[in-house]
């Protein structure tokens, strides 16, 4: 029975981060792009965001499409690095300016206590990323939920990365 449940529930996480997400309608993708010009400082349309979810959580990449592009390398990794210290203090408030308060997963992360999230930005060669990871169930839904919103809002710009099966950095 036990080996079932295990079975059943790998099958599920599978499912689960897998899923295609649906792209936003073309006005709220117009509007969020416009929202994003006053918070990320890089152009959109020379960069690519990658949503990747892990077991615990998972991995936010923005990279240069043109590695070459020095100037967009290192806002990327402004940005990011920016950011992932607001984040570790609970402060969401960018993706709330671009995507609203009632984004998907957002109210949930705001809840999370200093430490329950831990929060690692790394530079790339062509850009930077922030690993996201946790034990607790409820902000690895409300990661793998506002990954969904962002891949959905920037339709544009993003794509889901692949699922990664391994623990991230506990």
């Known amino acids: 029975m036990n080996l079932f449940i295990l079975s059943l529930s790998l ?10 997400t649906e792209p936003a309608d073309e006005k709220r993708l117009d509007e969020v792009a416009e929202r994003g010009i006053h918070v990320m400082p890089f152009n959109l349309e020379k960069t690519t965001h990658v949503f990747s979810k892990t077991a615990n959580g998972g991995i936010q990449q923005v990279i240069a499409k043109d590695k070459s592009d020095t100037a ?12 992932s210290e607001e984040f570790e203090q609970g402060d969401f408030s960018k993706p709330a300016h671009v995507h609203g308060e009632d984004m998907p997963g957002l109210a949930e992360l705001k809840t999370a206590n200093p430490g329950q999230i831990k929060i690692e930005y790394t530079a790339l060669p062509n850009g930077a990323q922030i690993i996201y990871s946790t ?22 710009h993003a794509v889901p990365g692949h699922p990664h099966r391994h623990m991230h950095h506990e």
């Open 135 to 156: 034990k607790l169930p409820q902000f690895i839904k409300a990661i793998h939920q506002w990954f969904d919103a962002q891949l959905s809002d920037h339709a544009r």
């Open 72 to 83: 967009q390398v290192q806002l990327i990794r402004d940005h990011l690095s920016e950011i």
């Open 11 to 20: 099958v599920l996480f599978v499912v689960t981060t897998t899923h295609a």
